[in-house]
C-alpha cells in the first residue's frame, strides 16, 4: 500500500512538473525578438481604417488573432478589452485580427455582429484568406503576439491564461523609451 501511494505521489509530481513546463512553453517574452510581419490580406478593417505597422510605429501593439465562435477566444475577451482600456492613452493599440475556423464566420455582417455583441471597439481585421495569420506563422486561436515600440515581436502568448504576464509585459514595453 505504501509503495502503491508512493508511485501515485511520484505520478502526480511529474505530472505537475510537466503541466508546469507546458504551460511556460506557450507564453512568455522571445528570446530573439523578430520583425512583426505586417498585415496583409485583409478582406475588410472594422471599428478603424486600415492600419499599418508603419503606422504604428512608437506604439506598443498587442496583435490577437481570434475568430468569434471559440469559446477559448471568448473567454480571453474581457483581459484584452481592458487591457484595451487601461493602456490605449499610454500608447497599446490593440488589433484584433479575426480570422475565421468555420465558413460562416468568413461573413462580416456576423462579424460584425459579434463586435456588437461582445463590445469590441478596438481596430479589428478580417483576415479571410489567412494571409496574415500566414505571416506570422500562426497555429492558434486565441495567439497574441506583442510588438515593441520598434516593431519587433518580443512576446507571444497561445490559448487562455497568463493574464497577469501578458499584462506585466505590456506594461514593461509601455515604460520602454
Not at 76 to 105: A, C
Not at 137 to 164: C, M, R, S
Request: with cysteine; proline share 5%.
Amino acid at each position: 500500500m505504501f509503495n502503491r501511494l508512493r508511485t501515485l505521489t511520484a505520478a502526480a509530481t511529474l505530472f505537475t512538473a510537466l503541466a508546469a513546463s507546458a504551460g511556460a512553453a506557450h507564453a512568455g517574452a522571445l528570446s530573439h525578438p523578430a520583425p512583426a510581419p505586417e498585415f496583409t490580406g485583409i478582406d475588410k478593417w472594422l471599428n478603424s481604417e486600415p492600419l499599418t505597422l508603419q503606422q504604428l510605429r512608437g506604439k506598443v501593439v498587442l496583435v490577437d488573432f481570434w475568430t468569434y465562435s471559440c469559446i477559448n477566444c471568448v473567454n480571453t475577451l474581457p483581459y484584452v478589452k481592458t487591457w484595451n482600456q487601461k493602456y490605449k492613452d499610454q500608447g497599446l493599440v490593440v488589433i484584433g485580427v479575426h480570422t475565421p475556423e468555420y465558413p460562416f464566420e468568413r461573413d462580416t455582417g456576423n462579424v460584425k455582429t459579434a463586435l456588437k455583441r461582445f463590445d469590441i471597439t478596438y481596430p479589428v481585421a478580417q483576415d479571410n484568406r489567412y494571409a496574415t495569420w500566414r505571416a506570422y506563422d500562426n497555429q492558434y486561436w486565441p495567439a497574441f503576439y506583442l510588438i515593441d515600440k520598434h516593431g519587433q515581436v518580443v512576446y507571444t502568448h497561445f490559448g487562455e491564461g497568463d493574464y497577469a504576464l501578458t499584462e506585466a509585459a505590456i506594461k514593461q514595453l509601455l515604460a520602454q523609451k
